[in-house]
């Protein structure tokens, strides 16, 4: 199994709406990510889990909330989020922290209304 | 500051015909490069890396590049298909970013039949 599976491939919100992302991989991969793209713009990176524990946040508004329950699930809480919040949220694993090579999931398609 | 530059925004091609894609980078710490092959409303996949103690690394029809010297690297597509239309991320690890993955801008391919 070398994939990385996310939920919903697609998701509509309101601002008050609260929502989760989920984010599944199988690969014994001990680093997960979570990227947030916009159309014609690179991948930008919002967290990383490395051994089931928060190691990066790149400033990420608090309205986004990460969860890693273990090493092969991750998670990202959306609550009041934001019309310019819409994008695709990417996760990603890798096998070490060392980031050299990450495996995508397809991504959920965000819109925020 | 954007470390990992790629200048052409778009490339178009004849099916059969060689893809050039370049990339330039500012940082002399990063030792390691991997391009990425994005779909629209998909993830991102690996394609090929190459580490800086090499100057060519070759999987296939993908061949990378890399001139230490100029803090350039292309990746060459021969022949190009159609199913290569896709954008193109160059991607380096930032050791000094905790391993951070920054990407270029993306080069959009366009391979006509």
């Known amino acids: 199994d070398t994939e990385v599976t996310q939920t919903p491939k697609h998701l509509v919100m309101g601002m008050t709406n609260k929502k989760s992302l989920k984010c599944e991989q199988h690969m014994g991969h001990r680093a997960m990510y979570w990227y947030k793209q916009k159309a014609k713009k690179p991948p930008e990176l919002m967290f990383v889990y490395s051994y089931e524990k928060l190691s990066i946040n790149e400033s990420v508004p608090s309205r986004f909330s990460p969860e890693c329950p273990n090493s092969s699930l991750l998670n990202l809480h959306l609550h009041a989020l934001q019309p310019e919040d819409s994008a695709l949220y990417l996760c990603?694993?890798?096998?070490?922290?060392?980031?050299?090579?990450?495996?995508f999931g397809s991504g959920t398609q965000l819109s925020v209304l | 500051d954007q470390q990992v530059k790629q200048n052409s925004p778009s490339l178009s091609v004849q099916e059969g015909r060689i893809s050039i894609l370049n990339c330039d980078y500012t940082n002399s710490m990063f030792d390691y490069f991997l391009w990425y092959k994005k779909y629209p409303a998909e993830g991102p996949t690996f394609l090929i890396s190459?580490?800086?103690?090499?100057d060519k690394n070759e999987d296939g029809r993908f061949t990378v590049f890399l001139n230490k010297s100029a803090k350039h690297l292309s990746l060459h597509i021969v022949p190009s298909q159609p199913g290569d239309s896709a954008v193109y991320f160059c991607a380096a690890p930032d050791k000094a970013a905790g391993n951070k993955l920054t990407f270029g801008g993306g080069t959009r391919v366009l391979v006509k039949p």
């Open positions: 190459i580490s800086s103690i090499k």
């Open positions: 990603a694993s890798s096998l070490g922290d060392t980031n050299e090579k990450l495996f």
